[in-house]
């Protein structure tokens, strides 16, 4: 039990989460090297991919939307850690080389304030890594709708974003380096299957804006459960390899790279 309240519990869970596992390889790739930069991560929920993003070097601040995951990003790596809206941010005009806001967009009312409040934070040339939902039809949504696993449990305002959406969105403020959809049928099958184990375990207890948040106390309190799934895990693991034969299939999420397009004499 005291092993579980050490502060590394959420590499533990990291280790055994194919989805979050994924997400980090599809940020660092876009990412790039980040040492002597200065970087900003937003919306990293229970603090992972913040500590696990600092270990690649480079000078960092961290921000999320919620007091429960500020709370719990800062927990684990011991700085500051920002709470922020859509109305604006405490940084300086183009303080950081790269920004990397993950799973944030979709739960902030003003989406495009956000994405000025980013031009001006982000240096001139300085890229934007934006990982968000990728909106599409899919069988897969009609079921978790049909479970309960709505955008309103998830603290959705918007279900996700086509690529036209994010290069609207983006505007003349940004330029589009790369964009690409990841995380196929298998592997968001085993996320909405973890979620709704949760979601029974946790029942009339409120999820918090971002949604879901595994925090080290859930860990603690259902760690037979966790036992029980590091067990499968090596399964599990196996089935969402079979994201591969879908390569003709577009992912449930997208990664778009973005430079601004700040003019450096402006």
Known sequence: MAELEKPLWPIRLFNKSVLKQRKYKEI?????ETAQLRCLDIGADNGVLSYLLRQ?????????????????????????????????????????DRVAVIDFLEHIPDDEAFIRELHRIVKPGGQ?????????????R????AIGQTDEKHGHLRPGYTRGDIARMLGTQFAVLSEKTYSKFFSECI????????DVLKSGKRNS??????????????????????????????VSKLDHLLFFTSGYMLLVVAQNKKDTNA
Request: aromatic content about 12%; glycine content about 6%.
């Open 56 to 96: 690649r070097g480079g000078h960092w601040k961290s921000a999320d939307l919620d007091q429960t995951t500020v709370d719990a990003i800062q927990s684990l790596i011991h700085e500051r850690v920002f709470q922020i809206d859509d109305r604006g941010t405490p940084f300086a005009d183009d303080e950081f």
């Open 142 to 145: 009609k079921i978790r709708l």
């Open 191 to 198: 996320d909405t299957l973890i979620t709704f184990a949760f």
């Open 128 to 140: 934007v890594i934006l990982n968000v939902p990728h909106l599409k039809t899919s069988l897969l």
């Open 209 to 238: 804006a971002k949604g879901l948040v595994i925090t080290g106390n859930d860990l603690q309190r259902y760690q037979k459960m966790f036992t029980m799934y590091s067990l499968l895990y090596p399964f599990i693991w196996v």
């Open 28 to 32: 660092t790739e876009a990412l790039g």
